[in-house]
T-cell receptor, first 113, second 115 residues
Framework: QQQVKQSPQSLIVQKGGISIINCAYE??????FPWYQQFPGKGPALLIA?????SEKKEGRFTISFNKSAKQFSLHIMDSQPGDSATYFC????????????FGTGTRLKVLA | KAGVTQTPRYLIKTRGQQVTLSCSPI?????VSWYQQTPGQGLQFLFE???????NKGNFPGRFSGRQFSNSRSEMNVSTLELGDSALYLC???FGTGMGYNEQFFGPGTRLTVL
């Protein structure tokens, strides 16, 4: 019940295309869902995050869609660029202000030039 | 503003030894969390410290321990190292006030190799 399932494991997208990464969770107590981007040799960096009371959040080319009833959320990267090539992790946390994040297994995105 | 710093960046140890990793959070941040990242298990939460107290703990054996000092710097210790402890150990800091959802900033990690 603590798992966050992420798919696909890897993704190849043409430059300018849309990258879509999906995550699903079981624990309805989760109340914070961040997405992290990680480049090789670096620590993860927060991209965008959402709470369950919002169905969509957009920041630049990055959008989170959240489906509370289905217990799913997804990251959409519009107009994907080669510089977006990285590993993306979704996460979930169930306690406001505490940081026991449960991470998905990661998606390795490659954007072809 | 300086980011989260972790030392050392790379470490090679042998089985049975112990190791101490250090993390300096962003100035003003009082919460420090530690994660283990491996190709097989992904990112797994180890523990979180806030104001020198362990506030959350993941499912790791007692060989993994940590502490936080009054200046919010944190150390993580692994005793009796096993081959499976080879991983990237990440530290993340945040204000951690408990009010709302505070962003965690990750350091670059310490790459531990156990031979």
């Amino acid at each position: 019940q603590q798992q966050v399932k992420q798919s696909p494991q890897s993704l190849i997208v043409q430059k300018g295309g849309i990258s879509i990464i999906n995550c699903a969770y079981e624990n309805t107590a989760f109340d914070y869902f961040p997405w992290y981007q990680q480049f090789p040799g670096k620590g993860p960096a927060l991209l965008i995050a959402i709470r369950p009371d919002v169905s969509e959040k957009k920041e630049g080319r990055f959008t989170i869609s959240f489906n509370k009833s289905a217990k799913q959320f997804s990251l959409h990267i519009m107009d994907s660029q080669p510089g977006d090539s990285a590993t993306y992790f979704c996460a979930a946390s169930k306690d406001s202000g505490t940081y026991k994040y449960i991470f998905g297994t990661g998606t390795r995105l490659k954007v072809l030039a | 503003k300086a980011g989260v710093t972790q030392t050392p960046r790379y470490l090679i140890k042998t089985r049975g030894q112990q190791v101490t990793l250090s993390c300096s959070p962003i100035s003003g941040h009082r919460s420090v969390s530690w994660y283990q990242q491996t190709p097989g298990q992904g990112l797994q939460f180890l523990f979180e410290y806030f104001s020198e107290t362990q506030r959350n703990k993941g499912n790791f054996p007692g060989r993994f321990s940590g502490r936080q000092f009054s200046n919010s710097r944190s150390e993580m210790n692994v005793s009796t190292l096993e081959l499976g402890d080879s991983a990237l150990y990440l530290c993340a800091s945040s204000f951690g006030t408990g009010m709302g959802y505070n962003e965690q900033f990750f350091g670059p990690g310490t790459r531990l190799t156990v031979l």
